[in-house]
């Protein structure tokens, strides 16, 4: 999200914190709503990582300083053990969730390195991230979709 697009999934529950952020030039990436089936989870440990990965490269391609997590609390620790994340927002309920969830924030430049150097497999390539996020030409068909 950014002051032109400020809508994401993080905003509709903490705007109060994150609208001012964006007016004053701060843009983030908010890939709040990727999940990790549970059963599939138990059966392919490594499906929550893949979901990251696919954050991480939004982050370098976007050149986002932020990666977000709108998280329920128990997963807190994961991603303060993964990403260094911060909370920044209180528990609060989000619309069509049956439970509530706190906000997290993760500087991306702080843990790129240290995220590659444990996890490999979150480097991509500009191509890779080009072929995901780039907004094909007038008649060009999307190279990949997810």
Known sequence: ACSATPQSPSTTVYGDILRPMLASGVHFA???????????????????YLTLRLAG????????PYCLSTIRPEHAGFYRRIYCS???????????LNYKVVLY?????AIRERSFSRFPFFRSTPMEQ???????????????TI
């Open 130 to 144: 080009r072929m995901l996020f780039e907004t094909p030409g007038a008649g060009e068909l999307a190279p990949l």
């Open 105 to 109: 924030r993760a500087d991306v430049s």
């Open 30 to 48: 908010d890939p709040s709503r990727f999940a990790a089936d549970p059963d599939w989870s138990r059966v392919y440990p490594q499906i929550p």
């Open 86 to 96: 911060e909370q920044i927002g209180e528990l609060r309920n989000y619309p069509g």
């Open 57 to 64: 490269m939004a982050c370098f391609y976007f050149d986002a």
